[in-house]
């Protein structure tokens, strides 16, 4: 059973995996117990409460980042999810998102998941869908590599079964 710090642990396996800090001004998930994780899985009160971090030479583009706040908040994301799939984001950028391939991740995906692979790949889409935008989102996902991006469809499918209230499993 997934609970709410196996999530904040992953993410914040993930994040180090990765060499990142927590944006500036970001809440930063401590890796002691909190006597109360809800708010580490929540959304923030208003799409404009959340942190959009990119490197200091990525070129910002204010439309989208007011779009994806919105999508954000309309999936109930959390501040640390955000940081990662901006993070995510970013990086396909600039990089080659050709060099991502969607086998190794559906692979991947697979053999952790076994028998629940198809499940958590539509609580994934789920999630997606709530977003709003599909379209917007599907041209941007297949276009950065993000669609094929194994750490983000394992950060989404884990939210959309996670419960922020109770930290459980939907």
Not at 34 to 60: K, N, W
Not at 77 to 94: F, K
Not at 116 to 136: H, N, T
Request: include cysteine; glycine fraction near 8%.
């Amino acid at each position: 059973m997934t609970t709410a710090k196996d999530l904040e642990t992953a993410m914040q396996e993930a994040l180090a995996a990765r060499g990142l800090r927590p944006a500036a001004g970001a809440q930063q998930v401590s890796s002691a117990p909190q006597s109360d994780s809800r708010g580490a899985l929540a959304a923030p009160a208003a799409p404009e409460h959340y942190q959009i971090a990119v490197p200091p030479e990525f070129e910002r583009d204010a439309a989208l980042e007011g779009k994806a706040r919105q999508w954000f908040h309309r999936a109930g994301l959390p501040q640390g999810a955000v940081n990662g799939i901006v993070d995510a984001y970013c990086r396909q950028l600039c990089g080659d998102p050709a060099a991502t391939e969607a086998p190794q991740a559906e692979a991947e995906l697979m053999r952790e998941w076994g028998a629940d692979y198809p499940r958590k790949i539509a609580a994934a889409q789920s999630l997606i869908a709530k977003c709003g935008g599909a379209e917007e989102l599907a041209e941007i996902f297949g276009s950065t590599g993000l669609g094929n991006d194994a750490w983000l469809i394992r950060t989404l499918a884990a939210i959309a079964e996670m419960d922020p209230q109770t930290g459980a499993v939907r």
